[in-house]
């Protein structure tokens, strides 16, 4: 099956700095997303992107879909406490199913 | 407006034993999954329903059962609880589009 990499797996960060993490696949994806998972709860849709090269901006976080369409990016600028979660990238495969990485766990020290 | 709701959250089963995890969405969604999220695996699919009346097999079906005999409740069974089925299930449902709306998860203990 169709597997995500995240790298990294976890950061620790002072607030205030920018964050960058990556999604890598062994196939195609047409559509990637990223999710953001607070502790306690379930993901939650942070930016969706559609088409290869697209750059999606939502607030402090911008989202690209790679060029090569095995991978995405997402950057968080001025983090903040908040920000502290599970980061996980996510793409349709097959029969309505979605294919997650296994997350990049962000902790931020204020 | 409830979104997806999970019963139980919390739940400490003995080897053998049977439960039932309900899922409850009020957005009139056709499409209903249910995951599992283990450490360092993010979220793997077990089964899924894409209305009411069906459902099939996602990543990791074995051990679990589902029914979706109401647009709005997906349930998913353990006939007998083993230890490695100790994880945090998510349920899932959308209209279509990749924006999944999450439930708040069940923790599962398995002894």
């Known amino acids: 099956g169709q597997q995500l990499n995240q790298s990294p797996q976890s950061m620790f960060i002072q607030e205030g700095e920018d964050v960058s993490m990556n999604c890598t696949s062994s196939s195609i994806f047409n559509t990637w997303l990223w999710y953001k998972q607070d502790p306690g709860e379930g993901p939650v849709l942070l930016i969706a992107l559609y088409k290869a090269g697209e750059l999606t901006s939502n607030g402090r976080l911008t989202a690209q879909f790679g060029i090569t369409r095995k991978d995405s990016f997402l950057n968080i600028s001025a983090s903040i406490p908040s920000d502290v979660g599970i980061y996980f990238c996510?793409?349709?495969?097959?029969?309505?199913?979605?294919?997650f990485g296994a997350g990049t766990r962000l902790t931020v020290k204020p | 407006n409830a979104g997806v709701t999970q019963t139980p959250k919390f739940r400490v089963l003995k080897t053998g034993q049977s439960m039932t995890l309900l899922c409850a969405q009020d957005?009139?969604?056709?499409?209903m999954y249910w995951y599992r999220q283990d450490p360092g695996m993010g979220l793997r699919l077990i089964h899924y329903?894409?209305?009411?009346?069906?459902?099939a097999k996602g990543e990791v079906p074995d051990g679990y059962n589902v029914s979706r005999l109401k647009k709005q409740n997906f349930l998913l069974g353990l006939e007998s609880a083993a230890p490695s089925q100790t994880s945090v299930y998510f349920c899932a449902s959308t209209n279509g589009n990749y924006g999944y709306t999450f439930g708040s998860g069940t923790r599962l203990t398995v002894v």
């Open positions: 329903s894409v209305g009411e009346g069906t459902t």
């Open positions: 957005m009139n969604h056709e499409y």
């Open positions: 996510a793409g349709p495969a097959s029969n309505n199913d979605m294919r």
